[in-house]
């Protein structure tokens, strides 16, 4: 693991996690292992355009929605950030649940893509939010390859398109405060669970 973090200065109920990394890196994997060792973790669900794969539940995996939906969420100023993601489908983050167990001191991570960061990055200040940003590598770009293939849930061109981000994604390792190198997941999980514990002062 590699920790750039500075000390927490503010945020009484402790920093707000955002977690990014590349398509297929295992981020949904290590954040299962954190959350069935830690289950006081809690993740936000995101909105998405984007189809339930088989076995996703609506309000568990995401809150599914179509396109009207979610540009009138987005109109509202329901979201802390959206984007398109490998030109496909639109994500958003639900801004409520987000302070609201943000300001309950409950440990709150964010799995997002590289835009969303970037977002994120530029609204945190305005919003008083304190925010680490971890980001996911995987041991080598083949590995990565490797894991796309294996979990077999994306058509050739799917996966072109993720591999096509994910390029992008790993040249910006440099901006986030802590990486993670998911080599294996027990090992993850035990990282992600270090800076949590740290940010919000557990053991
Ligand atoms: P998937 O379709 O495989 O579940 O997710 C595709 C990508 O969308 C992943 O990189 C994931 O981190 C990202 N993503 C999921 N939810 C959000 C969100 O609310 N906002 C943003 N910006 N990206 C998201």
């Known amino acids: 693991m590699i920790d750039h973090a500075r000390p927490n200065a503010a945020s009484p109920g402790g920093r707000l996690i955002v977690l990014t990394g590349p398509t297929a ?58 984007a398109v993601v490998h030109n496909m489908a639109h994500y958003g983050t639900p801004l409520q649940p987000v302070l609201e167990h943000l300001r309950a001191g409950v440990p709150t991570i964010l799995e997002i893509d590289l ?13 008083g939010l304190d925010v680490v940003y971890v980001f996911i590598a995987p041991p080598s770009y083949d590995e990565l390859v490797r894991r796309l293939i294996g979990r077999g849930t994306e058509n050739e061109e799917q996966r072109r398109k993720r591999l096509d981000t994910a390029k992008i994604e790993l040249a910006s390792e440099d901006e986030f405060d802590v990486t993670i ?23």
């Open 115 to 127: 835009q969303g960061a970037h977002r994120v990055k530029q609204k945190a200040p305005a919003m």
């Open 181 to 203: 190198v998911n080599t294996t997941v027990p090992q993850a999980a035990d990282d992600l669970w270090a800076v949590i514990a740290r940010e919000y002062g557990l053991h």
């Open 25 to 82: 890196v295992g981020k949904g994997t290590v954040e299962a292992e954190l959350r069935r060792r830690h289950p006081q973790v809690w993740v936000s669900v995101s909105a998405t355009t984007r189809r339930p794969r088989p076995g996703e539940v609506n309000g568990t995996n995401y809150w599914f929605m179509n396109d009207e939906e979610f540009a009138e969420k987005e109109r509202a100023g329901e979201f802390l950030e959206t």
